[in-house]
């Protein structure tokens, strides 16, 4: 009877050690699922960061050519006594730009 009440005492301590265990487990998963889903969520964020900022820079690359643009126009419209060769070649250019900044809107 001694040896019983000896092993049903044991088996009780490994029972609650059982029970603390699966508690801790239990606590380590849920921790880890919000980890994860924190580190999806920053994930997305910076990939939003990186876009902005990339449109932004883009964006004012683009107000700044459209400068740019402004310029050869004016160029083109005092191009007097110039080749007629050397005047395609640069209104070509001219169109390729404008081609470029279409594509981008």
Same mark, same amino acid.
């Not at 980890?35 to 910076?46: D, G, H, I, P």
């Not at 006594?81 to 250019?93: S, W």
């Given at each position: 009877? %001694?040896?019983m009440r ?7 301590? *490994?029972?609650?050690?059982? =029970?603390?265990? &699966?508690?801790?487990? =239990?606590?380590?998963?849920? !921790? ?6 924190? *580190? ?8 939003? /960061?990186?876009?902005?900022?990339a449109g ?11 400068l740019v643009?402004?310029? *050869? /126009? ?6 007097? %006594? ?6 395609? %070649?640069?209104?070509?250019? *001219?169109?390729?730009? !404008?081609?470029?900044?279409? &594509? /981008?809107?």
């Open positions: 009877m %001694g040896l000896k092993d049903t005492k044991e088996i009780e301590v *490994f029972k609650r050690e059982l =029970a603390k265990k &699966e508690a801790m487990l =239990a606590d380590y998963t849920d !921790h880890l699922k919000r980890l994860q889903a924190e *580190f999806e969520n920053y994930c997305k964020r910076v990939e939003k /960061e990186r876009k902005d900022v932004f820079a883009s964006e004012r690359l683009i107000v700044k050519l459209l643009v402004d310029d *050869f /126009e004016r160029a083109l419209n005092e191009l007097k %006594g110039v080749p007629e060769e050397t005047k395609k %070649g640069i209104e070509m250019i *001219f169109r390729n730009l !404008h081609k470029i900044l279409d &594509e /981008e809107r």
